[in-house]
């Protein structure tokens, strides 16, 4: 077998080198196209997670302040579902200590948090633009389920509850028709 190499495949001509060369792509480039697409990738991610966050970073920072290591997340919205009519809805997820209570019993300490996070909501976020705001606090207990409790009322409803709570309303939104 004449112009087998050791490997089993037939030597190449010249020209038939040539044209492979030019078909082919230098590790430069390649190596390049990566590092493009890794910074385009990247940036594509920041610039998502910016407009999905900043309308909610501020009270972010605030309910991260007064709660310590709650990692809160905050967002807003209508229902995928998408019908019309649905309010726009605030919603507030706050991990909280396994330490000082437990989400499960109705206490006191429960209702102050929940409703130091309306009163945060309101003094760091537009109310007059959403419907509903919920607020759902989580414990993580241990090789078990986590613990949940979930509130949900209108923005009336919640500036309600802070006035019967005695808490301040004036950065609340007017609930009085034009």
Do not use: C
Not at 48 to 76: H, K, M
Not at 104 to 125: K, P
Not at 148 to 163: A, G, P, V
């Amino acid at each position: 077998m004449s112009g087998d190499t050791q490997f089993g495949q037939e030597e190449l001509s010249a020209d038939e080198r040539l044209e492979a060369k030019r078909r082919s792509v230098s590790g430069r480039l390649v190596v390049g196209g990566m590092v493009g697409f890794a910074v385009f990738m990247v940036s594509l991610l920041w610039l998502y997670w910016e407009l999905y966050t900043r309308p909610y970073r501020e009270l972010q920072i605030a309910i991260a302040a007064e709660f310590p290591d709650s990692s809160p997340r905050v967002v807003g919205g209508t229902h995928k579902s998408g019908r019309e009519g649905d309010p726009k809805t605030l919603r507030i997820l706050v991990y909280l200590p396994l330490e000082g209570f437990n989400l499960d019993e109705e206490t006191d300490e429960r209702q102050e948090i929940i409703l130091r996070l309306g009163a945060l909501a309101a003094e760091h976020q537009d109310l007059a633009e959403y419907g509903v705001m919920e607020i759902r606090l989580m414990q993580r207990l241990p090789e078990q389920e986590w613990r949940r409790f979930d509130t949900s009322h209108s923005i009336e409803e919640w500036r309600q509850l802070l006035i019967d709570a005695g808490k301040s309303v004036d950065h609340w939104p007017s609930t009085t028709e034009n």
